[in-house]
């Protein structure tokens, strides 16, 4: 299976949520959750170019200050995604600390706060002691984030507040046809890359491309040479009432994913519990994943009450996923 993402629960199935997912084609990272980060080394943090937030309860947020702290001192633009009242909340995070000597820092946080229809964008600078700028509004879409690598969407869940859940989709795999290439009479270089670059560019490629002094048009060097992968899905889930009406969205935003990372606190057995807490059950997360058609589920922030019996909730999460499920690569 071909793909750039490298996911990892940071702190297992039953610690804080925090998902650190490398994209191998870069040297970049996405962060989903930001509980607690001690375990992941600083040259990972590091690679944090997007924070995608569920909500600001303290086991999905405390991690911020840790990443802040790994992020001064290096001119970086963090974007950082969340419900509604993330712009607060991370500019509480930020007006906790005395920033009298950063007026050289160039360190930006780039904050979009996402309700469902629209984005409201804030953008924190370190030099200016991290004041929050005009709040600049963007025009509905149902599209959080995309750029030439990734398109995340969002769907708005009800956990007594406002809670994300993600989908994240990778750009498709260009590879070259050798075959192709040796019909045309080209040598491989630096222009095959060039021509990647231009077919994935958001408003179209180039009309051409020079290859060896001789001018070529890119749509036909495309058509000949590329031969597509598509990229893979992935999908997020975190603190969620188990509703018929948040089941519904996610299985629409985790439409046939590759893999579902989606929370199972509780056992079925305690879904009082879990309803008064809004949270999902295991086996409510398995439901989702089969009803979503997802290809693999990861059942993850396991409530303490179960410690040393954590198997059950994973157990129950996959027999409800696999029940009845097709097998994979089937219609």
């Not at 924190?124 to 025009?139: A, I, M, S, T």
């Not at 985790?254 to 893999?259: G, N, R, T, V, Y």
């Not at 579902?260 to 879990?274: T, V």
Request: neutral net charge; contains cysteine; glycine residues 8%.
């Amino acid at each position: 299976m071909k793909t750039s993402f490298l996911p990892r629960l940071v702190n297992g199935q039953d610690g804080d949520p925090a998902l650190f997912v490398d994209l191998l084609r870069e040297k970049r990272a996405l962060l989903f959750d930001c509980g607690t980060l001690a375990p992941l080394a600083a040259a990972e943090l590091l690679r944090i170019s997007d924070v995608f937030i569920s909500h600001a309860h303290i086991d999905h947020f405390i991690g911020f200050d840790h990443l802040l702290r790994l992020h001064l001192g290096r001119g970086k633009r963090v974007r950082v995604f969340g419900p509604p009242g993330i712009t607060a909340c991370v500019r509480g995070k930020l007006s906790g600390f005395t920033w009298n000597l950063v007026k050289h820092q160039r360190l930006v946080y780039e904050v979009h706060e996402w309700d469902g229809r629209r984005q409201r964008i804030t953008e924190f600078h370190c030099r200016d002691r991290f004041r929050p700028g005009p709040v600049l509004e963007q025009r509905p879409s149902e599209v959080l984030w995309s750029d030439a690598l990734i398109t995340v969407r969002a769907a708005v869940l009800d956990h007594k507040i406002p809670s994300l859940a993600f989908s994240v989709v990778e750009g498709d795999f260009w590879n070259i046809n050798p075959v192709a290439l040796e019909q045309l009479g080209l040598r491989p270089g630096p222009w095959l890359n060039e021509l990647k670059r231009e077919v994935r560019k958001p408003g179209g490629p180039a009309a051409n491309l020079k290859v060896e002094g001789c001018e070529y048009a890119v749509r036909e060097l495309a058509e000949r040479l590329l031969i597509v992968t598509p990229g893979k899905k992935l999908a997020y889930v975190a603190d969620a009432r188990g509703s018929e009406e948040n089941l519904a969205q996610i299985a629409q935003l985790a439409h046939q994913a590759d893999l579902l990372f989606c929370e199972g606190a509780f056992l079925h057995e305690d879904r009082e519990r879990a309803d008064q807490t809004c949270h999902l059950t295991a086996r409510q997360a398995g439901q989702a994943a089969r009803r979503a058609q997802v290809r693999r589920l990861v059942v993850f922030h396991f409530s303490p009450k179960y410690e040393h019996r954590y198997s059950e909730l994973e157990q129950e999460a996959q027999a409800a996923f696999l029940e009845g499920a097709p097998p994979v690569g089937s219609a």
